[in-house]
């Protein structure tokens, strides 16, 4: 089983970056995508970005394209989500998942069926 757990979260002012990490461990994760989605309050979680673990299939949300990068470092088990020119409306929890090549389209939450615990992001303008 597959057990992931993010962190770098924090506040920053608008404009500013940030790095969130999510390390993984338990099996190998060669044959996983891995995504990252966020929850705003009263809002419903939605895709941000994913990544294959062994590469490629990388796909981003309009709302963040251009300004977040998502990237693996499989030396530390660890799927990193970039953040650079952050907007108040960036401001969410963020959280981590994993799911089997073979599980549907990466973009859709339903296909994920492990997540993180999730890390606070807040951009104050």
């Known amino acids: 089983q597959v057990q992931l757990v993010e962190s770098g979260g924090g506040s920053v002012q608008a404009g500013g970056s940030l790095r969130l990490s999510c390390a993984a461990s338990?099996?190998?994760?060669?044959?996983?995508?891995m995504g990252w989605f966020r929850q705003a309050p009263g809002k419903e979680r939605e895709f941000v970005a994913t990544?294959?673990?062994?590469?490629?299939?990388?796909y981003f949300a309009d709302s963040v394209k251009g300004r977040f990068t998502i990237f693996v470092d499989n030396a530390k088990n660890t799927v990193y989500l970039e953040m650079r020119s952050l907007k108040p409306e960036d401001t969410a929890v963020y959280y981590c998942?994993?799911?089997?090549?073979?599980?549907?389209?990466?973009?859709?939450?339903?296909?994920?069926?492990?997540w993180g615990q999730g890390t606070q992001v807040t951009v104050s303008s």
């Open positions: 338990g099996r190998t994760l060669n044959r996983y995508a």
């Open positions: 998942a994993a799911k089997s090549d073979y599980s549907g389209s990466a973009i859709y939450i339903r296909n994920y069926d492990v």
């Open positions: 990544i294959r673990w062994s590469g490629g299939r990388i």
